[in-house]
């Protein structure tokens, strides 16, 4: 079963690999250079967190297609004059249904990862990282299946998904092993769960904020008719900044709470195993960071007077403090958290 488990991976990177190529080929050529809007309407600062699943699907209704209907024909003349943009559509539709193959093989490498274990296939950093970008290819799926206007985004989804399991199989894989007698406990099934639903999801939030940024940028460069630099060249292609922020704060404003919840139960679970809530542990530092950091973007996004560019830096930054939890902690911190399995 590891052997199977690892061959699926292997897959689910390929047809990542291949789904981003599509994805990356309508990007590219997709009629009249750009691919979807966002219908214009203005919101009001909301409660942080509150109603946010249905605040999401209403942010999704808000998507359509600029200049392209969802089966990727132009709407608004006979065709697109490029020849190559009569295959675009169709090379999306190719990006969804391989991304779809990729994460039926993503969960069965998990599955058999655990049926060869005998435990949860998530006790060491090789595991908890194959099981993040699969809650970020299921949370991707969800949308994508949802609103298809969004499928350009895929490109830098599909890409992150790659560059993240690329890493894990080839610099972290880990041998199938029993759990360490420190993480033998029924809190490993909730306090980490928790913690791989919410990377997951703030994955893809960080995925629309920094596509915010660059499409803002854009929009502000184009305003002030000042020189197009990269990234601000790939802004034409992307929704409107309007609507990929207002999405980047309802995958944040989702995503916050369940993060908030997974650090409570890692202190619960601190106290049974170590005598107290809290150690300021690097691990437990570096997540407690990331909550003020993700906290933060939120009360800014909340705030009438931040910039939305300012408040979509601070959810780049608050990734970035994710990385440095997962991967330096990880590999180069010492710690009563040191379960990670790298040598």
Same mark, same amino acid.
């Given at each position: 079963?590891?052997?199977?488990?690892?061959?699926?991976?292997?897959?689910?990177?390929? #047809?990542?690999?291949?789904a981003?190529?599509? =994805?990356?080929?309508? =990007?590219?050529?997709g009629?009249?250079?750009?691919?979807?809007?966002? +219908?214009?309407?203005?919101?009001?600062?909301?409660l942080?967190?509150? &109603?946010? $699943?249905?605040?999401?699907?209403?942010?999704?209704?808000?998507?359509?297609?600029?200049?392209?209907?969802?089966?990727?024909l132009?709407?608004?003349?006979?065709?697109?004059?490029?020849?190559?943009?009569?295959?675009? $559509?169709?090379?999306?539709?190719?990006?969804?249904?391989?991304?779809?193959? &990729?994460?039926?093989?993503?969960?069965?490498c998990?599955?058999?990862?655990?049926?060869?274990a005998?435990?949860v $296939?998530? &006790?060491?950093m090789y595991?908890?990282?194959?099981?993040?970008?699969?809650?970020?290819s299921?949370a991707?799926?969800?949308?994508?299946?949802?609103?298809p206007?969004?499928?350009?985004?895929?490109?830098? %989804?599909?890409g992150?998904? %790659?560059?993240?399991?690329?890493?894990d199989?080839?610099?972290?894989?880990t041998?199938?092993?029993?759990?360490?007698?420190a993480?033998?406990?029924?809190?490993?099934?909730?306090?980490?769960?928790l913690?791989?639903t919410?990377?997951g999801?703030?994955?893809?939030?960080?995925?629309?904020?920094?596509?915010?940024?660059i499409?803002a940028?854009?929009?502000?460069?184009?305003?002030?008719?000042l020189?197009?630099? =990269?990234? =601000?060249?790939?802004? $034409?292609?992307?929704?409107?900044?309007?609507?990929?922020?207002?999405?980047?704060f309802?995958?944040?404003?989702?995503a916050?709470?369940?993060w908030?919840?997974?650090?409570?139960?890692?202190?619960?679970?601190?106290?049974s195993?170590?005598?107290?809530?809290?150690?300021?542990?690097?691990?437990?530092?570096?997540?407690f960071?990331?909550?003020?950091?993700?906290a933060?973007?939120?009360?800014?996004?909340?705030t009438?007077?931040?910039?939305?560019?300012? +408040?979509?830096?601070?959810?780049?930054?608050?990734?970035?403090t994710?990385?440095?939890?997962?991967?330096i902690?990880?590999?180069?911190?010492?710690?009563?958290? #040191?379960y990670?399995?790298?040598?």
């Open positions: 079963m590891a052997t199977l488990s690892h061959d699926l991976l292997f897959v689910a990177i390929v #047809s990542y690999l291949f981003m190529m599509c =994805y990356a080929a309508e =990007y590219a050529f009629a009249r250079g750009a691919v979807a809007r966002v +219908a214009e309407r203005q919101i009001t600062p909301e942080v967190g509150a &109603g946010a $699943p249905a605040a999401l699907d209403s942010d999704l209704d808000g998507l359509e297609v600029h200049g392209l209907d969802v089966d990727g132009d709407a608004s003349d006979d065709g697109p004059t490029d020849p190559l943009a009569r295959f675009a $559509p169709l090379l999306g539709r190719i990006a969804v249904i391989l991304t779809a193959v &990729g994460l039926v093989a993503h969960i069965g998990l599955i058999a990862r655990g049926l060869a005998h435990r $296939p998530w &006790g060491n595991e908890f990282i194959i099981a993040v970008t699969l809650v970020a299921v991707w799926m969800g949308l994508v299946t949802r609103r206007s969004i499928r350009p985004l895929g490109l830098f %989804v599909t992150t998904l %790659v560059v993240l399991l690329g890493l199989e080839t610099v972290l894989y041998k199938v092993s029993p759990l360490v007698p993480l033998n406990s029924y809190w490993l099934k909730i306090h980490v769960t913690a791989i919410a990377s999801i703030l994955m893809i939030g960080f995925c629309a904020a920094v596509l915010h940024l499409r940028g854009y929009e502000k460069r184009t305003a002030e008719e020189p197009m630099r =990269y990234p =601000y060249t790939l802004g $034409p292609r992307l929704p409107e900044a309007d609507g990929l922020e207002r999405l980047t309802r995958i944040h404003a989702f916050f709470p369940i908030t919840l997974a650090i409570i139960c890692g202190a619960i679970w601190a106290e195993a170590w005598g107290r809530y809290w150690g300021w542990d690097p691990k437990e530092t570096w997540a960071i990331a909550w003020v950091a993700y933060c973007y939120l009360h800014a996004r909340a009438p007077s931040v910039r939305r560019t300012a +408040a979509s830096w601070l959810a780049v930054i608050g990734w970035g994710m990385m440095m939890n997962l991967f902690v990880n590999i180069f911190v010492s710690g009563l958290h #040191s990670a399995g790298v040598k």
